[in-house]
T-cell receptor
């Protein structure tokens, strides 16, 4: 069964510094996708970045980059130049293929607090 | 803007009183999902629709039902809410394809309180 592990319940980072949020995964599938979502206190889930298992390059989206190490089964999120608005819960998720549609299996999440 | 809309944003119901949460989308996606997210936990899939085909997760209680009358709308019915059903309910949509295009788009959620 697919599983996502986020070992950091909470993280602090100083404004303008970079921070890495850890994510490891377990799957026996050869083809899979990994996502990071941000959830502010208001509750909506905001897509940040996607990495496919066959993608050779690490994904980047603006200040977000994904450090994908396939052999280690890790997909860490790096946020550069942190901003106060980055304070939120961050979820790593894996796409699980189903016959119709695909579901997401989420990790427990990491709460990030950006200090001024 | 194309989006996923959930109404209401906050819902209060009484123990045992049926409640319906609604979700609509303008993305014209085939697949719609309902997730339950309890406080300080990860979202957990309850069920999903691929067009009109309903797919229930094995561990979703019978107390939870869903309807999808057309592509745009999907409803979550809780027949007899218990205190343990208090949670954020998230609706999401996606295309049924693989790769980057399979991103799930989430609505803002409905926070359910059971008194």
């Amino acid at each position: 069964a697919q599983k996502i592990t986020q070992t950091q319940p909470g993280m602090f980072v100083q404004e303008k510094e970079a921070v890495t949020l850890d994510c490891t995964y377990d799957t026996s599938d050869q083809s899979y996708g990994l996502f990071w979502y941000k959830q502010p206190s208001s509750g909506e889930m905001i897509f940040l970045i996607y990495q496919g298992s066959y993608d050779e390059q690490n994904a980047t989206e603006g200040r977000y980059s994904l450090n994908f190490q396939k052999a280690r089964k890790s997909a860490n999120l790096v946020i550069s130049a942190s901003q106060l608005g980055d304070s939120a819960m961050y979820f790593c998720a894996m796409r699980v293929y189903m016959e119709y549609g695909n579901k997401l299996v989420f990790g427990a999440g990491t709460i990030l607090r950006v200090k001024s | 803007d194309a989006m996923v809309i959930q109404n209401p944003r906050y819902q209060v119901t009484q123990f045992g009183k049926p409640v319906t949460l609604s979700c609509s989308q303008t993305l014209n996606h085939n697949v719609m999902y309902w997730y339950q997210q309890k406080s300080s936990q990860a979202p957990k899939l309850l069920f999903h629709y691929y067009d009109k085909d309903f797919n229930n997760e094995a561990d979703t209680p019978d107390n939870f039902q869903s309807r999808r009358p057309n592509t745009s709308f999907c409803f979550l019915d809780i027949r007899s809410p218990g205190l343990g059903d208090a949670a954020m309910y998230l609706c999401a949509t996606s295309r049924p394809t693989s790769g980057r295009n399979n991103e799930q788009f989430f609505g803002p959620g409905t926070r359910l309180t059971v008194l």
